[in-house]
């Protein structure tokens, strides 16, 4: 990636899934001057640091994205920020929803005023499928999310500071994801738990994740929403793939959660163009300069990207994309 070349980038949640894969990626195709990692656990950044003690050019931040003071500190002379820091886990927000506010939504403010102020080219925020029509906590503080970062590029001013987001599915065989679960509870139980049998998900490996980011971060001109062409897959399906001779048990759905995620709704159709491997939702503020001409073909007016769809993945693919996933992990 050329744009990359002896810049300096910082993804905020850094030792998760995503920052360990990003950092190989960055690693081994960017010639980066600078990666740093910035994230609030000192344990995980030590042993992440351990993984990458060869590597001369990572730097660790200890520092919390709710503290503006120390990301404009973090963000001296940084080109490019990745913002993955985020509260995920859909029971525990409901049941501690002013923390996960104050991370998803108060700690993204905070990440576009320190860009701003230390005048950043480039951030793009990770967002999810739970964005889409929420019915959690989780989903609504993501969505909060995403029309802070997609309205920061008017707060930052023309060629300024860009701002745009990238929303995709559940990462297989993520840190806290379905596949660990069940492989966890599948070597002491022969009896597993499904909320509902039809439900479906949104899958993507943390390959594709990580190119797809780096991909629209080149291609951003402030405030799209780029959304990967994904896969289903029936989360029975995952079970029966990990123990084909485990039993199922329907529990009934937790609270708030969805049987199938959406992507894009109608709603957001009437700013959707679709490309051969993804699409992208634009501001409306881009239609108003009439020299912007959005990329690839505008979609149907009654489109959905909905997980229930024949995209699902048979269980012979699902096995290729769970080995490729391990692959990854290594």
Do not use: W
């Not at 404009?72 to 913002?83: E, S």
């Not at 690839?296 to 096995?319: A, W």
């Amino acid at each position: 990636m050329k744009f990359l070349r002896n810049k300096t980038i910082l993804i905020t949640g850094g030792t998760g899934s995503f920052g360990h894969a990003a950092v190989k990626y960055l690693l081994k195709y960017c010639s980066l001057k600078k990666i740093i990692i910035f994230s609030r656990d000192e344990n995980k950044q030590f042993e992440m640091q351990k993984s990458f003690k060869e590597n001369k050019n990572i730097r660790f931040f200890l520092g919390d994205v709710r503290d503006k003071e120390r990301l404009v500190m973090a963000l001296k002379n940084v080109d490019f920020v990745i913002h993955a820091a985020a509260q995920k886990h859909v029971p525990a927000a409901e049941y501690n929803p002013f923390e996960c506010i104050k991370t998803n939504v108060y700690g993204s403010q905070q990440v576009i005023s320190a860009s701003i102020e230390r005048g950043v080219k480039k951030v793009v925020a990770l967002s999810t499928d739970k964005a889409c029509n929420p019915v959690n906590l989780y989903g609504a503080t993501k969505l909060c999310s995403e029309k802070l970062f997609v309205n920061a590029n008017q707060l930052a001013g023309p060629n300024e500071t860009r701002f745009s987001l990238v929303r995709y599915g559940n990462v297989i065989a993520s840190r806290g994801s379905v596949i660990p679960f069940f492989k966890e509870l599948s070597r002491t139980k022969q009896t597993l738990p499904l909320t509902h049998n039809e439900m479906t998900r949104f899958f993507i490996t943390l390959s594709d994740a990580v190119n797809f980011v780096i991909d629209s971060m080149n291609e951003m001109k402030g405030g799209e929403i780029f959304i990967p062409k994904m896969n289903s897959i029936y989360i029975r399906d995952i079970i029966n793939t990990i123990d084909n001779k485990a039993k199922i048990k329907v529990t009934g759905l937790r609270a708030g959660e969805k049987i199938h995620e959406i992507l894009c709704s109608q709603d957001e159709t009437s700013l959707l163009h679709e490309q051969k491997k993804s699409y992208i939702i634009y501001p409306h503020y881009f239609f108003k300069n009439k020299q912007n001409k959005a990329k690839g073909k505008k979609v149907k007016s009654n489109f959905i990207y909905e997980s229930k769809s024949k995209m699902c993945l048979d269980k012979k693919k699902i096995i290729q994309q769970i080995k490729k996933s391990k692959v990854l992990q290594k």
